[in-house]
């Protein structure tokens, strides 16, 4: 798992013909089982290519015990939700909240089919995103394979909750790498689909 300094995270079909996709600010394209809070003033949703880490955060409620922490905002190079099982690729979403100093105690909750030798189903950490206060920057919540068992294919949940009120439900489908080879050059798997 990975997770920005900017932002503490976890590090619909269609992409863009460009490597890298720019959204606007604000609640992006919604898939079928999102769910945006009003209280969110930006929402977006996608996949991102292999982030470099610096450091390591403790998050108990996940298999590996922590979080990596990642020090730059990454693009989305596509806002699909269909994801490849491929070390190295995140998935996940930016968001920004609309009270100006943001929530500094959200609980992020992963779900996904089993992993790992107990069959982990559900995954869970503690994070904050920023608000409309002018720091710069959206918060990012991803998960990033970085581990061979983290590979599971079928449906995943991103969820974050603040006091007990979501703030936001994606839903995201990791699928064998040859189900979405439009990646494979822009993150580097080409190997992976003969």
């Known amino acids: 798992m990975t997770r920005s300094a900017l932002a503490p995270l976890l590090l619909a079909i269609g992409l863009s013909a460009a490597p890298v996709l720019a959204q606007s600010a604000g609640i992006g394209a919604l ?12 929402f977006q949703a996608g996949i991102v290519c292999a982030q470099d880490t610096t450091e390591t955060s403790p998050a108990p409620g996940t298999i590996a015990g922590f979080t990596n922490i990642i020090t730059t ?6 806002p699909a ?15 920004r909240a609309r009270r100006p100093p943001g929530y500094d105690n959200v609980l992020v909750t992963v779900t996904h089919p089993p992993m ?11 994070t904050a995103i920023k608000g409309e206060d002018g720091t710069p920057g959206l918060s990012i919540t991803l998960f990033q394979f ?6 599971v294919t079928g449906p995943w949940t991103i969820s974050a909750s603040e006091s007990g009120k979501q703030l936001f439900h994606a839903e995201f489908t990791v699928v064998p790498p040859r189900e979405v080879p439009e990646l494979a050059q822009v993150c580097h798997y080409e190997g992976l689909l003969s």
Not at 73 to 78: A, G, M, R, W
Not at 81 to 95: D, E, N, T
Not at 116 to 126: C, F, M
């Open 73 to 78: 905002e990454p693009d989305f190079v596509s």
């Open 31 to 42: 898939a079928p089982g999102d769910d945006v809070s009003p209280l969110l003033s930006v």
């Open 146 to 151: 970085d581990t061979d068992y983290e590979l």
């Open 81 to 95: 939700r269909r994801v490849p099982a491929v070390l190295g690729i995140g998935f996940g979403v930016k968001s």
């Open 116 to 126: 790992g030798a107990n069959g982990v189903t559900v995954e869970t950490y503690t």
